[in-house]
């Protein structure tokens, strides 16, 4: 049985989308979220960079956890907070 034009479209639309999807998660998803680029695209996109610090953030977090032993380190301030303003007073030079 044929299909109709309506739903050779909406197969070809479906086709396209997921074309699209899987484009953006190879150039993409996979340097700035893995730190794996197939097309080398994303190290001249600056994507690849974005996956190094990840991995270095977490590597830095998991050594934290490892020292501390898995607590998280709260430091008191020495100071309490304060808060300062400063008001400016306009004058304005009369002509004449």
């Given at each position: 049985?044929?299909a109709?034009?309506?739903?050779?479209?909406?197969?070809a639309?479906?086709?396209?989308?997921?074309?699209?999807?899987?484009?953006?998660?190879?150039?993409?998803?996979?340097p700035?979220?893995?730190?794996?680029?197939?097309?080398?695209?994303?190290?001249?996109?600056?994507?690849?960079a974005?996956g190094?610090?990840?991995?270095?953030?977490?590597?830095?977090?998991?050594?934290?956890?490892?020292?501390?032993?898995?607590?998280?380190?709260?430091?008191?301030?020495?100071?309490?907070?304060?808060?300062?303003?400063v008001?400016?007073?306009?004058?304005?030079?009369?002509l004449?």
């Open positions: 049985m044929l109709h034009r309506g739903e050779r479209k909406d197969r639309r479906h086709r396209n989308a997921l074309l699209v999807a899987g484009l953006i998660l190879v150039v993409a998803v996979l700035a979220e893995y730190g794996v680029d197939p097309l080398g695209i994303g190290r001249r996109l600056g994507l690849l974005i190094e610090v990840q991995k270095k953030v977490a590597a830095f977090e998991a050594s934290r956890a490892a020292d501390a032993g898995g607590v998280p380190t709260i430091a008191p301030q020495e100071h309490a907070y304060q808060h300062e303003t008001e400016f007073k306009n004058r304005v030079a009369r004449g």
